[in-house]
């Protein structure tokens, strides 16, 4: 599977985003979804997932009401919707997916990863 986000850029305090993953070589129906981030000098971070069997969601605390992660299996694509940006938010956002449906916030049961998109939130 390979992983493409987008949706990146700069946008100020307060400002939405989108951000985008669109996989190729094979569905994403069946597979868990998620996004990490990583700002500088710190480790990759868990911010959201979602799973393929029942379609539950998990967010990081420090995103929950303000981020939604969803998917289109029509366009082999996952979303992450941001909003109410905050400057903390600034980051390297990475989306990853895995055949094996367990452990959503762990980096570590994911084996397919994007390339990353620079979000920047100016204050």
């Known amino acids: 599977v390979q992983l493409v986000e987008s949706g990146g850029g700069l946008v100020q305090a307060g400002g939405s985003l989108r951000l985008s993953c669109t996989a190729s070589g094979r569905t994403l129906s069946t597979y868990k979804v998620g996004w990490f981030r990583q700002a500088p000098g710190k480790e990759r971070d868990f911010v959201a997932a979602?799973?393929?069997?029942?379609?539950?969601?998990y967010y990081a605390d420090s995103v929950k009401g303000r981020f939604t992660i969803s998917r289109d299996n029509a366009k082999n694509t996952v979303y992450l919707q941001m909003n109410s940006l905050k400057a903390e938010d600034t980051a390297v956002y990475f989306c990853?997916?895995?055949?094996?449906?367990?452990?959503?916030?762990?980096?570590?049961?994911?084996?397919?990863w994007g390339q990353g998109t620079q979000v920047t939130v100016s204050s």
């Open positions: 979602r799973n393929w069997i029942g379609g539950n969601t």
């Open positions: 990853a997916a895995d055949e094996r449906n367990y452990g959503p916030g762990m980096s570590s049961a994911y084996g397919y």
